[in-house]
């Protein structure tokens, strides 16, 4: 399962390469939040270190953490959950009538470090990887750090299906004797 990135304001396309054999759940509940394609705005993160991330729809089924880690490397994807009211970081999130459940996707671009926050750290399920144009979209994404949030399209990458070549006679090549 591929999904692909688009950074539209720097004409950045990549392909994020889902790993899901190794976190199976949640990467077939990220495929299935993009039935439709998302358009939204992405971030630069503020305490992680070099990561943009975005907001999934809301999925009815939270899937659990699977392949866990704190420490994902430059190319790589976290998928992170909380629940109504897990994330009360900051004095407006105590004193507010209750954040909703939110389901994250951080693209990691260079060095991040999640044990911050929680003294048992951020913890995420590592779900895919940056696998063509990660250059572009490395500096694309750094570039949010300084000029603010950017327009962001994820949708799921559809594989082109082979094409037949026909031949002189009408039929195609792959079937003649």
Known sequence: MNLKIELPDFEVTATLELYSERA???????YDSLAVPLETRTQHACFDGHEIY????????PPPIENRTMRPRPGEVMFFHAAKND?????????????????????????????HLWEEGLHGSLVGRVTTNFA?????????????????RISREIAEAPSLRMSDEGQDSEHRA
């Not at 975005?54 to 089924?61: D, I, K, Q, T």
């Not at 909703?100 to 260079?110: D, K, R, S």
């Open 24 to 30: 199976p759940r949640v990467c077939q509940a990220i």
């Open 54 to 61: 975005c907001f999934l729809p809301e999925m009815a089924e």
């Open 87 to 115: 994330f009360a970081v900051l004095d407006s999130d105590r004193l507010a009538p209750g954040q909703g459940p939110m389901f994250e996707l951080a693209l990691i671009y260079g060095e991040v470090d999640l044990r």
């Open 136 to 152: 572009a979209f490395a500096e694309a994404a750094g570039r949010t750090l300084n000029e603010g949030a950017t327009p962001l």
